[in-house]
């Protein structure tokens, strides 16, 4: 069973959030909208992919957006 804490994001993956560009974020929502605007009920691996996009793809292009800069 998960805990609060595992449903919170972690400080990594908020400060990724926040480092975002507008139009880096309006891409992960629409990825994100891609992957669940045709599923009536979500399913365990539909949330998961979900997951992964927050938890490890946004940080990526977050540390490469600051990179670049």
């Given at each position: 069973?998960?805990t609060n ?58 540390k490469a ?5």
């Amino acid at each position: 069973m998960e805990t609060n804490e595992e449903k919170i994001p972690n400080d990594n993956t908020m400060e990724s959030i926040k480092n975002l560009t507008e139009k880096d974020a309006k891409t992960f929502l629409n990825l994100i909208y891609a992957l669940l605007k045709d599923n009536k009920s979500p399913s365990e691996h539909l949330i998961s992919n979900v997951l992964s996009i927050i938890e490890k793809q946004l940080p990526r292009v977050a540390k490469a957006r600051q990179n670049k800069n």
